[in-house]
């Protein structure tokens, strides 16, 4: 049987870009391009396979394998800190992690400081280095509404075009960290299928836009 590699793509509108990234840099599959609820898409002439995944899953199909290389968000793999490879930045999905809250907000340093946010981990590394104390409050999104409604004085989130703050008068406090699209392998296929993966990010390195 012929080796393919196992990729996964972030499905969505990001995840779409990615893989007209991929098949610029020659490892198309036609299937993929049909209109369908299929997850799976193989170009076997390719040695190449894609499985559509949720984007916050792809670096776990990707730490245990079951995807050989895939592309992640640094947000995921800053938060969730998988056992993987990073191999290229795609320079793509850029966006920042930062520290927002209502325009009028001013710390204090008087009381704990409670952050609402989808990133516990990113979050208290940042306030650690700070040395200020604070009260995660753990959301799964809409993330925004915590400080409008009294449950934050804070939230710590992806702002990208920044209109979601805006829209609900909230404003950046402080940026934490630049965000972009990273290409990232498992550890044990990186090694076992390495000619297939270094062409890959070979071909996909020339993609990247600077
Ligand atoms: C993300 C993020 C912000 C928004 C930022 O939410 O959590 O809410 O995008 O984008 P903007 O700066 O361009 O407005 P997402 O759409 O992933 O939904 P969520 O509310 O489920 O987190």
């Excluded at 196992?6 to 893989?19: F, M």
């Excluded at 409604?149 to 710590?156: A, C, M, T, W, Y």
């Amino acid at each position: 049987m012929k080796t393919v590699v196992n990729v996964a793509l972030p499905k969505g509108r990001l995840g779409e870009k990615v893989y007209n990234m991929f098949k610029a840099a020659g490892y198309e599959c036609p299937a993929i391009e049909e209109v369908n609820r299929k997850l799976v898409f193989e170009n076997e002439e390719k040695s190449i396979r894609y499985f559509w995944v949720k984007p916050s899953d792809v670096a776990i199909y990707v730490e245990r394998g079951a995807a050989d290389i895939g592309v992640a968000g640094k947000d995921i793999l800053l938060e969730y800190r998988p056992d993987v490879y990073e191999l290229l930045d795609l320079n793509m999905g850029k966006c920042r992690m930062a520290v927002a809250a209502k325009q009028d907000f001013a710390d204090s340093r008087e009381s704990t400081l409670r952050v609402a946010t989808k990133f516990p981990y990113i979050a208290q590394c940042f306030y650690d280095k700070k040395c200020r104390d604070i009260d995660i409050i753990n959301l799964n999104g809409s993330i925004e509404l915590a400080p409008l409604l009294g449950l934050s004085d804070v939230i710590v989130d992806i702002v990208e075009t920044g209109s979601t703050l805006k829209a609900n008068g909230l404003v950046v406090v402080e940026d934490i960290v630049p965000i972009s699209a990273r290409l990232i392998a498992n550890k044990a296929g990186y090694k076992f299928k390495n000619g297939l993966i270094r062409n890959i990010v070979e071909k996909m390195a020339e993609q990247v836009e600077k």
